[in-house]
């Protein structure tokens, strides 16, 4: 079979497609042909970690969705011809978080990942996918879908009357949208790019910043909202946005930190946040439990995922350019 391997080469150098050894699944395993695999900022991370000589012959991509292959010993949830997805934490399966779980991330410091032809996973690691969803739609599922799924529904409780307010318009932003239209929310959205807000507006926001045009977009929303602000701020800048979040939150509100996507830097000023009576929550993706809770959700209000470009299994590097572009709306997928 072919999969794509890291090496300590520079840029996209560093993905190479090889030939290996078809998997076996053993007790308690399947092996599933994966159909789609897509990408997320993580993986630019990873692929820069691999140019310094890091993570030498890691399968990248934690997002990928197949149909089960073969089947190990002892297995009773799953059957040949399934359709699933690879949950992203192998290990977390359901109820709180644990820091083991860290290294049980596919397509990072300890196991392979989804950008090969053939994968073995143990059985626990698998969800169903969504019945009226392609394979290229479901692939965009288990990082960026349910991060936002675990951050603003299952934790944040985002329902009928709330605010919420999304950064840009890339995966997790815009399931966080679609979320919010879904449950009754009003959505803000800020970009750089009034094509990319009109693109939104369609979706279903109904407050659109164009951040490069109004810098203190905090004070738009909040003029925006009648000094209310947003229930709930998907948090996905780190510190080039943190301090504009903690002013645009309301009293009471939620602020889902799940990125670092300007870089580390200077850390905030949280004295808002006790205030206003506001919290922050923590969010690293999710559990198969989660998983499995956001695909009843997308499959009751019929959601399907925004996807913007799609590549062949031989342009994978094509599509680590594209994403590092920062133009794309939505998801970038690699189809088989």
């Not at 990072?108 to 009226?132: I, R």
């Not at 991060?147 to 999304?166: E, Q």
């Amino acid at each position: 079979m072919k999969a794509y391997h890291l090496n300590g080469h520079a840029g996209a150098a560093s993905l190479v497609r090889a030939d290996v050894s078809q998997p076996e699944p053993a007790n308690g395993e399947v092996r599933i042909r994966v159909e789609a695999a897509s990408l997320n900022y993580r993986d630019l991370l990873i692929l820069d970690r691999a140019a310094q000589g890091e993570l030498n012959g890691r399968v990248p991509l934690c997002d990928g969705v197949g149909v089960v292959d073969a089947i190990g010993a002892d297995v009773v949830q799953w059957k040949v011809g399934d359709r699933v997805a690879a949950s992203y934490f192998r290990d977390w399966i359901s109820g709180p978080f644990k820091a083991s779980y860290i290294l049980s991330a596919l397509g990072g410091n300890t196991l392979d990942g989804m950008l090969a032809e053939y994968v073995v996973l143990p059985a626990t690691a698998l969800v169903s996918v969504p019945a009226h969803l392609s394979s290229v739609e479901a692939a965009t599922l288990p990082c960026a879908g349910v991060t936002a799924f675990h951050g603003l529904i299952a934790r944040g409780g985002m329902g009928k009357g709330d605010t919420l307010l999304v950064q840009g318009t890339g995966g997790v932003a815009l399931f966080g949208l679609q979320f919010a239209v879904a449950l009754g929310a009003r959505a803000i959205v800020i970009s750089s790019s009034d094509e990319k807000l009109a693109r939104a507006k369609a979706l279903g926001g109904s407050i659109l910043i164009n951040y490069r045009d109004t810098p203190d977009w905090d004070a738009a929303l909040m003029k925006a909202t009648n000094g209310s602000g947003a229930s709930h701020v998907l948090e996905l800048g780190g510190p080039g946005t943190y301090d504009r979040s903690l002013r645009s939150v309301a009293s009471g509100g939620k602020i889902v930190q799940i990125g670092v996507l300007t870089g580390f830097g200077p850390k905030p000023d949280l004295a808002r946040l006790q205030w206003e009576n506001a919290d922050i929550i923590g969010v690293t993706v999710g559990s198969v439990e989660h998983f499995a809770a956001m695909n009843r959700f997308l499959t009751e209000h019929a959601i399907h995922p925004i996807v913007d470009r799609i590549y062949g299994f031989d342009e994978a590097p094509e599509a680590y350019a594209h994403l590092r572009t920062g133009s794309h709306f939505g998801k970038i997928v690699i189809k088989f």
